[in-house]
Nanobody
Framework: HVQLVESGGGSVQAGGSLRLSCQASGNKDKTWCMSWARQAPGKEREEIAA???????AYLSSVEGRFTISKDKSRRVMYLQMNGLKPEDTGMYYC????????????WGQGTQVTVS
């Protein structure tokens, strides 16, 4: 069993920054690949950044250069540093995990809201 708990969301003005955290617990093998996804109002959820167990990262083009995904392996915490926030970044941000990347994620957190005005 895997549990993911997000934190760090909030309201910020355009151009501001936020750092999201995702604390993982449970089976380590099933969190080798971790990801951040977001769902904007009225839109489908989309993956915006991912990091694998070897530290390789990937980003959605619209956030690349502004957002940075990282992971503290020893504490099992994944981060998303978001700089230069735009109103279109508003949405619910979810942490996801699975044993491998490139497939549908099995484990999801409850989400944390980010609002940019």
């Amino acid at each position: 069993h895997v549990q993911l708990v997000e934190s760090g969301g909030g309201s910020v003005q355009a151009g501001g920054s936020l750092r999201l955290s995702c604390q993982a617990s449970g089976n380590k093998d099933k969190t080798w690949c971790m990801s951040w996804a977001r769902q904007a109002p009225g839109k489908e959820r989309e993956e915006i950044a991912a990091i694998d167990g070897d530290g390789r990262t990937a980003y959605l083009s619209s956030v690349e250069g502004r957002f940075t995904i990282s992971k503290d392996k020893s504490r099992r915490v994944m981060y998303l540093q978001m700089n230069g926030l735009k109103p279109e970044d508003t949405g619910m941000y979810y942490c996801a995990a699975d044993a491998r990347c490139g497939f549908t994620y099995t484990y999801w957190g409850q989400g944390t809201q980010v609002t940019v005005s």
